[in-house]
């Protein structure tokens, strides 16, 4: 799919809603392959209040968050079927490392590869960029799940 995915395409996704989403658009997906999304920071964000007043970066947990909902995203195209009463867990996180910060005007590419399902869990490579500078990376898991927790 090269037609990308505006706000309410991603609220019919994944759950997450402001202050807590984190992905604004996707470029591009491949179902079961790739997808690519954006993230653009503003100085508005809520968390800049405290992270840090005099110098802004954005946590990097939040970089892979927002990792992350483009990775449900995927999850959620490619499993249409009943997904309104299941949910995604993050459930695991490996090989993150944090390249440069990420400040407020930056527009973050989300770039998220499947490498592998397995029943109910889904693994991912998700890369960040700003620009061409490669800003923070990680392979991360997420496992779908009933609602009801």
């Known amino acids: 799919m090269n037609n990308p995915l505006y706000i309410n395409d991603i609220f019919n996704s994944i759950p997450h809603r402001y202050p807590f989403l984190l992905v604004d658009r996707i470029l591009e997906i ?11 920071f503003t100085i508005n964000e809520p968390f800049f209040q405290g992270h840090f007043p005099d110098v802004p970066i954005v946590p990097g947990v939040l970089i892979i968050e927002a990792m992350a ?5 995927m999850i959620s195209y490619c499993n ?3 997904i309104k009463n299941k949910i995604f867990l993050f459930a695991g996180i490996d090989k993150a490392r944090f390249r440069k910060p ?26 960040a960029l700003v620009g061409e500078a490669l800003v923070a990376e990680a392979e991360l898991m997420a496992t779908i799940t009933e609602k009801k927790l």
Not at 30 to 40: F, S
Not at 102 to 127: A, S, Y
Request: hydrophobic residues 35%; aromatic residues 4%; without cysteine.
């Open 30 to 40: 491949e179902p079961g392959k790739r997808i690519v999304g954006i993230k653009n």
């Open 69 to 73: 909902q483009v990775a449900g995203v």
């Open 80 to 82: 249409k079927k009943d």
């Open 102 to 127: 990420v400040v407020p005007g930056d527009q973050v590419k989300l770039e998220t590869d499947l490498i592998k399902t397995k029943g109910n869990v889904w693994k991912f490579r998700g890369r």
